[in-house]
């Protein structure tokens, strides 16, 4: 089987070609801005342009455009190819990078919006130990429950804590999606926003 895997929920654009569990071929971009513009480019410099059976697609929590144009375009594809389309928590995806070579328990650290983090706790068998949550840097510390901190953001969770702890500065890549366990993925494809909306509608 086909597969591609889509990651743009951060500054960090990435596509994946798999044979199975096997890369083909990959593209990883550190973009900040652009998403829209290099990812279906980037979809295309693949071999067969990318074509497979399945589709795998970031669903946040990251940057409100990166997510929607990720699942845009993976469910523009999946119609095209008659694909299945499969989505996965970003979170999930830095956690099982974080695994190589050994599993671990880890605190996943994520830059969020208007100053907060996303922060995460992972037992050491994989299971989410609580829910994503949008923290002050503050509160984020005082939610952390492991000395393995993962993420864009571990390093500075790290200054804020009082015991020394073991910081890999990871982002999401599509490359490691070969290390998703099926039970991460869902056909549920709405997006995981982390936090509640800027807007909110007047009281009464």
Same mark, same amino acid.
């Given at each position: 089987?086909?597969?591609? !895997? ?8 990435? *596509? ?7 890369? &083909? ?5 550190? $973009? =900040? /801005? =652009?998403?829209? +513009?290099? $990812? #279906? ?8 342009? =990318? ?5 795998? &697609?970031?669903?946040?929590? =990251? ?10 375009? !993976? ?9 299945? @389309? ?7 995806? *830095?956690?099982? /990078? ?7 328990? @880890? ?8 100053? +907060? ?13 609580? +829910?994503?949550?949008? $923290? ?13 901190? #993962? ?7 790290? #200054? ?6 073991? #910081?890999? +500065? ?30 909110? $509608?007047?009281?009464?």
């Amino acid at each position: 089987m086909r597969i591609l !895997a889509i990651e743009t929920a951060t500054e960090a654009c990435s *596509v994946a070609l798999f044979d199975g569990s096997v890369l &083909v071929d990959a593209r990883h971009e550190v $973009l =900040g /801005r =652009g998403h829209a +513009e290099r $990812l #279906v480019p980037m979809i295309a410099e693949l071999p067969g342009k =990318g074509r497979a059976d399945r589709i795998l &697609v970031s669903l946040g929590p =990251g940057s409100f455009t990166g997510v929607r144009i990720g699942l845009a375009v !993976a469910r523009a594809l999946g119609i095209a190819w008659g694909a299945e @389309v499969l989505g996965y928590p970003t979170l999930e995806l *830095v956690r099982v /990078r974080s695994w190589q070579p050994d599993p671990r328990a @880890v605190t996943v650290c994520m830059n969020g919006g208007h100053g +907060e983090w996303f922060i995460q706790n992972f037992a050491a068998d994989g299971h989410a130990e609580d +829910e994503v949550r949008s $923290l002050a840097p503050d509160a984020a510390a005082e939610a952390t429950r492991h000395r393995i901190l #993962v993420g864009n953001r571990a390093k500075e969770l790290a #200054v804020l804590l009082d015991e020394d702890a073991l #910081v890999l +500065e990871l982002t999401p890549d599509a490359r490691a999606a070969y290390l998703l366990h099926e039970s991460r993925l869902t056909t549920d494809l709405a997006p995981l926003y982390g936090r509640g909306p800027d807007a909110k $509608l007047p009281s009464k």
